[in-house]
């Protein structure tokens, strides 16, 4: 990192303190949490593991045979148990669980006594389709009540989830079921995309004819006639068909704390997909406590996470931990700007949302839509803002403050991984003051440190690697199957240190700057510049709406910066607005960073889940072939800009 920069970014003084009425109200108001939380970590996930309910105690709260975790040994329980049950036979049956939003504005509502019968009544259809404890399904659907009812119901009898993002293509859905050996496929027959009807069923077809494990397939009807499905006699049955007959009563099947939970699959860079691994009791208590912790979840509110619960955030912020906490959830199946870009303004208004938990790349571009969108809202039932899934630059954030909270909604940047299971560094609401950008610090329980190449922890001011130094809850315990890779992957860097694969720097306060992956960070002329900083500083002029920044090899500065760069509605891409922005990049970081090349582009390479793919670009940027783009959103965005990025060098 240039000096400049790092002076730069550490000059961030806009500071926002919790006010004193959130304070009193929060969930978490003690400072003193932390101290004890690092005093004993294991007495205090333990302390956190007593709110939930079990069915038998465990004998041991840590066996920690490095890299190899097992939480809350011996201890059984049933994940839905905790979720359901707990919170009917305490009186709330009839509190909502879900309000429940199509696409196309049809809506369902889902009680927590409703849930628990829909849970167990196709818990008992499972188990008359042959599946047990032990067994893997994978849930290749959009975002239907079923999705929900089918996760917990495998979690009721035991079986482990393998939920795909119904965007994926046969492929990747075959690839998943394989390594995860499945025996069943639950399905919809399609799911609406911005008015249009996009079939599941034929993707699934497709799949299985190449995945012999599997020997059922379910299908819940979500477009009825708008679409048509083909059943395979013998191993396809319709949802209505599977629960026909079936109780609405299933006995919880006591779990080990270490059984399996569910496999969600994550693409690396290079390599087959990983199949993460996550077990039961850990898991839970990592979501539930962070759901209390981070969005101060009390009975009044209601929560709208707006994942797809395809990614981890979805099964963790959407599913488990509101659920844990008795909460009342929006779930939504829409796209944000269809019919147009105020429907999730539209959503929150009518649902009174409270607490809206959101990605920086959807922030980016509702700020490119324009203020009007929300405004047209009333927006005042917000009283807390979450944001995951990528760095938020400083631009977004104050934007997010601003015009979605009304400056009075504490923001919570969290930082987590698929891996990690649940929120690891996140302000808590009612005590930590905001930097816009800083995902703050770790929560209590969680050992975060930043480490040099060596290992070494770096002083206040410095960058380096990002680590967490001690085991945690809801961390994965293993690659599907793969015990080595889990090794390779995260715990080969450096001895006894969980390697998370992100750059990080920490300010004069502690404060936590994460900085992307570190196959993003630059090395120009000898300083390392990470892609993200220089990224902010392209938003941060008044006519960007977002950007990527790569490095490409250059002969005498090790690397050269290229930025792709979308411009907000109505601006001209003209050259001299390209020089504008360059020099506005210079003048906040220092001339070191300034772009050497800068591309306006109409859209920029994202994966399904929102992240900018930075790899492609920069394959773009050194002439390469590109390598793979199966899991690009929009994949013609690449061809595009290459388009444009040739022409320019002919
Ligand atoms: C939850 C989720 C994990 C990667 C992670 C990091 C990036 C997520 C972030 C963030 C900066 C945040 N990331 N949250 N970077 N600030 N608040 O996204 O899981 O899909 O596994 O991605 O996402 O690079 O390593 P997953």
Not at 159 to 184: M, Q, T, Y
Not at 297 to 319: E, F, L, N, Q, R
Not at 372 to 399: C, F, Q, T, Y
């Amino acid at each position: 990192m240039s000096q400049e920069a790092i002076e730069t970014l550490l000059a961030e003084d806009r500071t926002f303190p919790p006010s004193e009425a959130f304070t009193a109200q929060a969930n978490l108001n003690d400072e003193g949490i932390y101290e004890r939380a690092a005093a004993d970590p294991v007495a205090f996930w333990e302390e956190q593991a007593k709110t939930f309910e079990w069915m038998e105690p465990w004998s041991q709260v840590l066996d920690w045979q490095p890299p190899f975790a097992k939480w809350f040994v011996g201890g059984k329980l049933n994940l839905t148990f905790n979720c359901l049950d707990r919170h009917v036979n305490a009186g709330l049956g009839d509190k909502v669980a879900f309000h429940w939003e199509g696409e196309p504005g049809d809506t369902k509502t889902l009680t927590y006594s409703s849930l628990l019968k829909d849970v167990s009544t196709f818990a008992n259809g499972l188990k008359k389709l042959g599946v047990g404890k032990g067994d893997r399904v994978t849930l290749y659907m959009g975002m239907v009540p079923e999705l929900v009812v089918s996760m917990l119901a495998c979690a009721r009898i035991g079986a482990a989830h393998s939920i795909v993002f119904g965007g994926f293509s046969p492929d990747s859905l075959k690839e998943r079921i394989k390594d995860s050996e499945s025996k069943v496929v639950v399905t919809c027959d399609g799911s609406w995309r911005r008015g249009s009807p996009v079939s599941l069923k034929k993707n699934t077809d497709a799949a299985v004819a190449e995945a012999p494990t599997v020997e059922k397939v379910i299908v819940v009807p979500r477009l009825g006639d708008k679409i048509e499905t083909p059943m395979v006699e013998g191993r396809d049955h319709w949802w209505d068909d599977v629960i026909e007959g079936c109780s609405d009563e299933c006995a919880p099947e006591p779990m080990d704390a270490e059984d399996l939970l569910f496999i969600l699959y994550t693409s690396g860079t290079t390599g087959k997909p990983k199949g993460i691994a996550h077990t039961t009791g850990g898991y839970m208590v990592g979501a539930g406590m962070t759901t209390k912790w981070v969005f101060d979840i009390k009975p009044d509110d209601v929560y709208w996470c707006t994942a797809d619960i395809g990614w981890v955030t979805g099964h963790s912020y959407i599913t488990y931990g509101p659920l844990l906490n008795a909460a009342t959830s929006v779930m939504f199946e829409g796209a944000p700007n269809y019919p147009d870009e105020a429907r999730f303004w539209q959503i929150v208004e009518k649902y009174k949302v409270t607490v809206f938990y959101t990605a920086p790349t959807a922030i980016r571009a509702f700020m490119r839509w324009g203020d009007e969108h929300p405004k047209k809202h009333d927006l005042s039932s917000l009283r807390l803002l979450g944001s995951v899934g990528e760095p938020i630059n400083p631009e977004a954030w104050m934007w997010y403050h601003e015009v979605i909270g009304g400056e009075r909604c504490p923001i919570v940047d969290t930082w987590w991984q698929t891996e990690t299971g649940s929120i690891m560094i996140a302000p808590l609401p009612g005590l930590t003051t905001t930097k816009p950008g800083s995902a703050t610090r770790a929560l209590p329980g969680i050992a975060v440190d930043v480490v040099d190449e060596n290992g070494e922890s770096v002083p206040k001011g410095g960058g380096g690697f990002l680590v967490l130094r001690k085991p945690w809850p809801s961390m994965l315990r293993t690659v599907f199957g793969d015990d080595q890779r889990y090794r390779d992957v995260y715990w080969s860097k450096f001895d006894n240190l969980y390697f998370a694969g992100d750059g990080a720097k920490r300010d004069e306060d502690g404060y936590l700057w994460l900085l992307g992956r570190v196959d993003d960070i630059m090395l120009v002329s000898g300083h390392n510049i990470s892609t993200m900083e220089v990224e902010s500083a392209c938003v941060d002029h008044d006519d960007v709406a977002e950007a990527a920044v790569v490095g490409r090899t250059h002969e005498i500065k090790g690397q050269a910066i290229a930025a792709f760069v979308t411009l907000k509605k109505g601006v001209d891409g003209s050259d001299d607005k390209n020089t504008e922005i360059r020099k506005h990049v210079s003048a906040k970081l220092g001339p070191i960073c300034r772009p050497d090349e800068l591309y306006f582009a109409p859209e920029l390479p994202k994966t399904r889940s929102g992240k900018i793919m930075r790899r492609l670009l920069r394959d773009i940027a050194e002439g390469r072939e590109l390598g793979d783009t199966t899991t690009l959103a929009d994949p013609t965005v690449v061809d595009s800009l290459r388009q444009q990025y040739e022409a320019k060098h002919a």
